[in-house]
C-alpha cells in the first residue's frame, strides 16, 4: 500500500535489473525519494511565486500569516531533505562492497538532483524571509498612515476643545466675560 510499491512492481518486472545486486534497488528507492522531493520543491516555487505577488500588490495588505505558514512548512522540509546529502555523497564517490564502480554515476546523478532540491529549498527560505520582512514593512508603513490620519482628526479636534474649554468655565474671571457680549 507504500508509494513505493509501483516502484517494486516496476523492479520485478525487469529481473536482469534486480540480478545486478541490491544497489539497483537502493538506487530505484532513492530516485523515487528525491523526484518527490522535486516534485514538493515545484509546489513550494509556486506557493512562493504567488505569496510574493500578493504581498507586492497595492491593492491587498498582504498576507503575512501565509507567508509565514510557508516557511514553517519549507523549514520541515527541509529537515526531510538535508541529511540525505551525506550518505547520497558517501554513495557516489566512496569505495562500497555494495555499490558497483559503474553504478556510482547513477548515485552522482541522485545527488545532483538532491543539490538542486536542497539549493531551492535555501533560496526559498531566503525569499520567504525577504517576503516577511517586506509584509512587515508595508504593514509599519499603512499603521503611519493611519496614525497620521488619526493625528489630523485629533488636531482638527483640539482646537474646538479648547475654546469650549476655556469658554465654558463657571467662573468669574474668565476672559471677556464682562464685554458687551461676553
Not at 509556486?46 to 495588505?61: G, H, K, N, Y
Not at 498576507?63 to 526531510?80: P, T
Not at 543539490?115 to 525577504?130: G, H, N, P
Amino acid at each position: 500500500h507504500s508509494q513505493l510499491s509501483t516502484m517494486r512492481s516496476r523492479l520485478e518486472a525487469k529481473p536482469q535489473r534486480l540480478a545486478q545486486g541490491p544497489h539497483e534497488v537502493l538506487y530505484a528507492v532513492l530516485d523515487k525519494i528525491i523526484d518527490d522531493y522535486l516534485d514538493v520543491v515545484a509546489a513550494f516555487e509556486e506557493d512562493v511565486e504567488e505569496v510574493e505577488a500578493t504581498v507586492f500588490d497595492t491593492r491587498t495588505t498582504g498576507d503575512i500569516d501565509r507567508v509565514y505558514n510557508i516557511k514553517r512548512e519549507l523549514i520541515e522540509f527541509k529537515k526531510a531533505v538535508v541529511p540525505l546529502s551525506g550518505p547520497l555523497q558517501r554513495l557516489a564517490t566512496r569505495d562500497l562492497d555494495v555499490v558497483p564502480t559503474e553504478a556510482k554515476a547513477y548515485f552522482r546523478e541522485l545527488a545532483d538532483h538532491h543539490t538542486i532540491a536542497r539549493e531551492s529549498i535555501a533560496s526559498f527560505d531566503e525569499v520567504l524571509t525577504s517576503l516577511l520582512s517586506a509584509s512587515m514593512a508595508r504593514a509599519s508603513l499603512a499603521d503611519g498612515r493611519d496614525m497620521r490620519k488619526m493625528s489630523a482628526l485629533v488636531a482638527l479636534v483640539a482646537v474646538p476643545t479648547m475654546v469650549a474649554g476655556i469658554y465654558g468655565m463657571n467662573f468669574d474671571n474668565m476672559p471677556e466675560l464682562h464685554t458687551q457680549y461676553g
